[in-house]
């Protein structure tokens, strides 16, 4: 069981489950059974949304980029019926946001790309912030009435569009490969945005993050999540480790340490003793 096991062997199999490892990997690298590390993986993972949820709290941040990163649960939604759909099996949206100053993910919400979880997102996102901040978005619809509802008129607000084509000669297979950007749109639809801080590149980034260190999220392989509350658990480690651990590569500190909720970096071990 996890709890039997060494503090040693608890931080092994945390910190290769934050940089990519499948289940199996892990099963076959440290001898540990792959039931023992899934529960180990729910129980830490827990853990972390509760850290998240109570440290990422009165924050100063001046803009904010907003995106959302698709995954799916036991199968994609086009091969999922009614009944797979009422327990939770089909497509799963994780909505997300950062500080393009600190790198810090201050909220994220797993759900549907739906009006109720936009809605959510950005209650949850305007309840952290102390401040006015600009903030960029997509252009999904669903946003514009999120963000007046969960910030009012105390947000400078824009959308931005990317408009990307398929490199003439390219199979659909490759569909995979990224396209050739074509047009950028920027749309201000509330307040007085920078134009030149209208921008999800930062956000974009992360999600490549989160795609290459979250195994759950990573394309064609059959490292998805079964199970609904598994994969939140495994978004919510991730986002804690690249938060709290992880010493961005730009700012020669951790997200958290940027942006003054810690005064040092945390380690895995620490993750591990708090659950």
Same mark, same amino acid.
């Given at each position: 069981m996890?709890?039997t096991?060494?503090k040693?062997?608890?931080?092994?199999?945390?910190?290769?489950?934050?940089?990519?490892?499948?289940?199996?990997?892990?099963?076959?690298?440290?001898?540990?059974?792959?039931?023992?590390?899934?529960?180990?993986?729910?129980?830490?993972?827990? #853990?972390?949304?509760?850290?998240?949820?109570?440290?990422?709290?009165?924050?100063?941040?001046?803009?904010?980029?907003?995106?959302?990163?698709?995954?799916?649960?036991?199968?994609?939604r086009?091969n999922a019926?009614m009944?797979?759909?009422?327990?939770?099996?089909?497509?799963?949206?994780?909505?997300?946001?950062?500080?393009?100053? #600190?790198?810090l993910?201050?909220?994220?919400?797993?759900?549907?790309?739906?009006?109720?979880?936009?809605h959510?997102?950005?209650?949850?996102?305007?309840?952290?912030?102390?401040?006015?901040?600009?903030?960029?978005?997509?252009?999904?619809?669903?946003?514009?009435?999120?963000?007046?509802?969960?910030?009012?008129?105390?947000?400078?607000?824009?959308?931005?569009?990317?408009?990307?084509? #398929?490199?003439?000669g390219?199979?659909?297979q490759?569909?995979?490969?990224p396209?050739?950007?074509?047009?950028? #749109?920027?749309?201000?639809?509330?307040?007085?945005?920078?134009?030149?801080?209208?921008?999800?590149?930062?956000?974009?980034?992360a999600?490549?993050?989160?795609?290459t260190?979250?195994?759950?999220?990573?394309?064609?392989?059959?490292?998805?999540?079964k199970?609904?509350?598994?994969?939140k658990?495994?978004?919510?480690?991730?986002?804690?480790?690249?938060n709290?651990?992880?010493t961005?590569?730009?700012?020669?500190?951790?997200?958290?340490?940027?942006?003054?909720?810690?005064?040092?970096?945390?380690?895995?071990?620490?993750?591990?003793?708090?659950?």
């Amino acid at each position: 069981m996890a709890n039997t096991l060494t503090k040693e062997k608890q931080v092994a199999v945390i910190s290769a489950l934050a940089e990519g490892n499948s289940i199996r990997s892990i099963e076959r690298m440290t001898e540990i059974h792959r039931d023992t590390i899934m529960r180990l993986g729910m129980r830490v993972g827990e #853990t972390c949304a509760q850290i998240l949820d109570q440290k990422m709290r009165g924050l100063t941040c001046s803009r904010i980029e907003v995106d959302e990163i698709w995954g799916f649960i036991g199968k994609k939604r086009r091969n999922a019926t009614m009944t797979d759909r009422t327990r939770g099996i089909g497509d799963v949206w994780t909505f997300m946001s950062i500080d393009p100053v #600190t790198k810090l993910i201050p909220s994220f919400i797993v759900g549907q790309r739906d009006r109720y979880h936009a809605h959510w997102f950005m209650d949850d996102l305007a309840g952290r912030l102390n401040n006015r901040i600009q903030l960029s978005t997509d252009g999904m619809d669903k946003y514009k009435d999120a963000v007046e509802n969960a910030f009012g008129a105390v947000v400078d607000y824009a959308q931005i569009v990317k408009e990307y084509s #398929t490199p003439s000669g390219q199979e659909v297979q490759r569909r995979y490969s990224p396209g050739e950007l074509r047009a950028v #749109t920027k749309t201000p639809i509330n307040g007085a945005p920078n134009p030149d801080h209208i921008c999800t590149s930062y956000i974009e980034r992360a999600n490549l993050t989160m795609r290459t260190h979250c195994k759950r999220l990573a394309r064609l392989t059959l490292a998805f999540s079964k199970k609904l509350p598994n994969f939140k658990a495994a978004i919510a480690l991730n986002i804690a480790y690249y938060n709290l651990v992880k010493t961005h590569g730009s700012l020669r500190c951790t997200p958290a340490q940027a942006a003054g909720i810690e005064s040092s970096a945390w380690t895995v071990g620490d993750l591990v003793n708090a659950a």
